[in-house]
């Protein structure tokens, strides 16, 4: 019998990786950066729990970097299989491990230099931009809806989860001794209705299910009055003339804020604004989404095809010269910046010079983790700190928290409900609280023991 062995992203969001065992082949979904305090994130420089060349292939889900973020060192580590994902998601993770190559490569020359001035030795980064460059080499693309046969006896459909451009619910069904089973991955699962993304594909059959559970103690707001909350807002910002920020991941919710600017843009009275693309990684992923418009819900691909996501006062500054200019404008200016968690990027700068007045609004509109500035910004901190200086909070702060990219309790008991038969479950991908109440669900609405694994534990299935 197929055994799955949990080598991340149990008791917490991120460091997704899963290794799939038959009697003939290893087959790894997602191999994922460990995310959160430096001392988890040390996590990532350290070997794999297994030996990378025993592993025949890949699957990743989609291009997170908690998903992605460690195929550059499994293929520096030995890996010579094909990883498999979405094409749309090929390209997207392309862009994210090319950032992060950069950003480590930027903090491990930072943290060599003080090592340097304490006489301890120098550090390297995770991976290069040459490690990605042969990782993306590795890269084999594929469609939704089609079978392949990925390894002798192992076969692979990719369902649209929904999530970001280029997500897959993966299903992977393996042969042995004439048995076939079916192991099911949800990936992230998108919160249908998103205006950008399509709704997730259904499923019938599997014999376990591995389940994200992110939100699985929780319901969203309605979109409906998210967007209604966004427009009270800008009306706000314009009555007393401040200007709008708006930290955003470039993936995902940067192409979803300039759809809705761009939908409501008489509604919501945005032609007396002045609107910034501010972040090239955003830049770079919205290009990519007028590139993969098909994969868009049909409204919104009409749209992205007609505009290429542009409105008429919507600058897009590339350069640091552009974007520092836009400090200058005292009101009048919507800001969408990354990073989303406002850890590292533009949305800094704009934080340092326009954070402390009393006009600024600043609309938070992602999953904001613990210990990062936004979280602090969306817990009503009076102060918060960015390079190491501590900017007073003058602005209003709004989280609205309508259009997360990840299913609700609801929408994933929605998912589940597709099955015919109920397979078994095992929760992974959530915090303990956020997996034992979708636990709780799971038992009350379909009679289902869900499995909670913790590190290195195995499973048969
Ligand atoms: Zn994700
Ligand atoms: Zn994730």
Known sequence: MPTVTFFGATGGVTGSCFLVETAHQRILLDCGLIQGSSREEARNGEPFPFDPASIDGVVLSHAHLDHSGRLPQLVRDGFKGWI???????????????????????????????NRNRGEDEVEP??????????????????????????????????????????????LRTLE????????????????????????????????????????????????????????????????????????????????????????????????????????LGIRATEIHARHDRYLRPAAADWVRETRFRFPNLRITETAEQSMAINRIQSGAIVIAG?????????????????????????IAGFQAEGTPGRQLVDGAPSITIWGESLRVGAQVHTVGGISAHADQDGLCDWFRGFRLAPAVAL???EDSARKGLADVLKERFSVDAAVPALGDRLEY
């Not at 862009?95 to 930072?110: P, R, T, V, Y």
């Not at 209705?193 to 014999?207: C, F, K, N, Q």
């Open 428 to 430: 992974v991908h959530g």
């Open 177 to 280: 001794n004439g048995a076939e089973k079916r192991l099911v991955f949800t990936g992230d699962l998108g919160q249908k209705g998103s205006p950008l993304m399509r709704d997730w594909e259904p499923l019938e059959s599997a014999d376990l299910v591995l389940m994200e559970s992110t939100y699985g103690d929780r319901l969203h707001r309605s979109r409906r009055e998210t967007e209604q909350e966004i427009k009270e807002i800008l009306q706000k910002a314009a009555n007393g003339r401040g200007n709008v920020l708006m930290p955003a991941f470039a993936v995902g919710r940067t192409q979803e804020l300039l759809y809705l600017l761009g939908k409501h843009y008489k509604d919501w009275g945005l032609e007396g604004w002045q609107i910034f693309l501010d972040t090239p």
């Open 84 to 114: 498999h994902v979405h094409k749309a998601g090929r390209d997207i993770v392309e862009i994210l491990l090319e950032d992060a190559a950069w950003l480590s490569g930027k903090e491990a020359k930072q943290t060599s230099r003080n």
């Open 339 to 363: 990073s989303g968690m406002c850890t590292g990027g533009r949305i800094r700068h704009h934080f340092k010079h326009q954070l402390g007045r009393s006009g600024t609004q600043v609309i």
């Open 126 to 171: 995770l991976f290069t931009r040459e490690d990605v460059a042969i990782c993306m080499d590795r890269m084999a693309p594929l469609e939704y809806q089609k079978l392949y046969e990925i390894l002798p006896n192992v076969h692979l459909k990719l369902h649209d989860a929904g999530h970001i451009l280029g997500s897959a619910v993966v299903e």
